[in-house]
């Protein structure tokens, strides 16, 4: 069975500073990995996968993520926060040779402060 | 790129109506379509796999005479929430899988479908 742990449900942040959001994965394979943002009242939209090529993976909006085998994480970062980047961000895994089901982690809320 | 279409946007009704939400892939053919339900400040719960052609998968405990789902096309999967009552009342999002060149899974959503019901 596969699942992801966020930690932190609600992240604050100062505008300007570094964003970082964790996540944990669990996988008895191999998994692929992703990143969403969700804007309110809006469907989600794709900042980022892991997909067993680089382990350093650099999506849209300046966010990245770094796949750590030894530490089963896949932690999302930002150098600077902008105010446009609250919102909420959920992990996700998906088993290496499914084509279906990808199971999404609890989510964290980014606030930025001004 | 790959985009699915949600309709309606938001769509309140009353107690014991019944509400079509339609998933479009726009530019694209998909197969597969995933419906989610999502309850405020939670993450998305996959209800069901859609199948063109086919039956739809149900997850466990999701009724499937309540949240019908067809999938008649290869760009069009519904979903219809029969007899409605307030508890259905929740953020209906769809997706559709697009195979990436890389060969990892990626799901394309929808903005999303809010029902409120009365």
């Known amino acids: 069975a596969q699942s992801v742990t966020q930690l932190g449900s609600h992240v604050s942040v100062s505008e300007g500073a570094l964003v970082l959001l964790r996540c944990n994965y669990s996988?008895?394979?191999?998994?692929?990995l992703f990143w969403y943002v969700q804007y309110p009242n809006q469907g989600l939209q794709l900042l980022l996968k892991?997909?067993?090529?680089?382990?350093l993976v650099k999506g849209i909006n300046g966010f990245e993520a770094e796949f750590k085998k030894s530490e089963t994480s896949f932690h999302l970062t930002k150098p600077s926060a902008h105010m446009s980047d609250a919102a909420e961000y959920f992990c996700a895994v998906s088993p290496y040779s499914s084509a279906s089901k990808i199971i999404f982690g609890s989510g964290t809320r980014l606030s930025i402060r001004p | 790129g790959a985009v699915v279409s949600q309709h309606p946007s938001w769509v309140i009704c009353k107690s014991g109506t019944s509400v079509k939400i339609e998933c479009r892939s726009l530019?694209?053919?998909?197969?597969?379509m995933f419906w989610y339900r999502q309850f405020p400040k939670q993450s998305l719960m996959l209800m069901a796999t859609s199948n063109e052609g086919s039956k739809a998968t149900y997850e466990q405990g999701v009724e499937k005479d309540k949240f019908l789902i067809n999938h008649a096309s290869l760009t069009l999967s519904t979903l219809t929430v029969t007899s409605a009552h307030p508890e259905d009342s929740s953020f209906y999002i769809c997706?559709?899988?697009?195979?990436?060149?890389?060969?990892?899974?990626?799901?394309?959503f929808g903005a999303g479908s809010r029902l409120t019901v009365l």
């Open positions: 530019d694209f053919q998909a197969t597969t």
């Open positions: 997706s559709a899988r697009v195979q990436g060149v890389s060969g990892a899974n990626v799901l394309t």
């Open positions: 892991y997909t067993s090529a680089a382990t």
């Open positions: 996988s008895s394979v191999p998994p692929y």
